[in-house]
T-cell receptor
Framework: DAKTTQPPSMDCAEGRAANLPCNHS???????VYWYRQIHSQGPQYIIH???NNETNEMASLIITEDRKSSTLILPHATLRDTAVYYC???????????????FGKGTKLSVKP | AAGVIQSPRHLIKEKRETATLKCYPI?????VYWYQQGPGQDPQFLIS???????DKGSIPDRFSAQQFSDYHSELNMSSLELGDSALYFC?????????????FGPGTRLTVL
């Protein structure tokens, strides 16, 4: 079972920041928070991941609370092409050797509106 | 940049027939994953291979089998197809020595069982 809880849907106005929350209250010390998104019927796409520090890349920012029980994905200037299902996934980070699969929960369907 | 290639992109089969889906990972990626996504569902992990050996097994039916070949491509073999096998099948690949542990997904194979 997925170890995360996300709101089923959210709306965002084009050009505004989209803030997508995720609860992961049972996260273990060695688990990272990963975010993927799936644009309609396409393969899921990696967005960002983090352990305990805030992270930023060219796609998004990830804010993780100090207790690591929740996080927020921020798309700073949402566009219509950001309309997708966003999945928050917790999993161990493994360097070398066999890695674990992704367990997709229900995700948040983000609709960006003009 | 090279992406994950899946073939065929669309496949129509009758009940009780067999199907073979192929996946060509990104060059130098050593792990392949298979996911199944039914209509209106979230992706579900089926099976994965690391260095040509099965590494993890998820909710893969006994009618399905998979393997990873010496060139790292993978095939998912599905026998005695049922109507409920109609789904999108995604293959993903990753490198255990890359910095993000991210999985790169292919465009998927849409299987329709009539």
């Amino acid at each position: 079972d997925a170890k995360t809880t996300q709101p089923p849907s959210m709306d965002c106005a084009e050009g505004r920041a989209a803030n997508l929350p995720c609860n992961h209250s049972t996260i273990s010390g060695n688990e990272y928070v990963y975010w993927y998104r799936q644009i309609h019927s396409q393969g899921p796409q990696y967005i960002i991941h983090g352990l305990k520090n805030n992270e930023t890349n060219e796609m998004a920012s990830l804010i993780i609370t100090e207790d690591r029980k929740s996080s927020t994905l921020i798309l700073p200037h949402a566009t219509l092409r950001d309309t997708a299902v966003y999945y928050c996934i917790v999993r161990p980070f493994v360097y070398g050797g066999s890695q674990g699969n992704l367990i997709f929960g229900k995700g948040t369907k983000l609709s960006v509106k003009p | 940049a090279a992406g994950v290639i899946q073939s065929p992109r669309h496949l129509i089969k009758e009940k009780r027939e067999t199907a073979t889906l192929k996946c060509y990972p990104i060059p130098r990626h050593d792990t392949v994953y298979w996911y199944q996504q039914g209509p209106g569902q979230d992706p579900q992990f089926l099976i994965s291979f690391y260095e040509k050996m099965q590494s993890d097994k998820g909710s893969i039916p006994d009618r399905f089998s998979a393997q990873q070949f010496s060139d790292y491509h993978s095939e998912l073999n599905m026998s005695s197809l049922e109507l409920g096998d109609s789904a999108l099948y995604f293959c993903a690949s990753s490198s255990n020595w890359a910095g993000t542990n991210e999985q790169f997904f292919g465009p998927g194979t849409r299987l329709t069982v009539l």
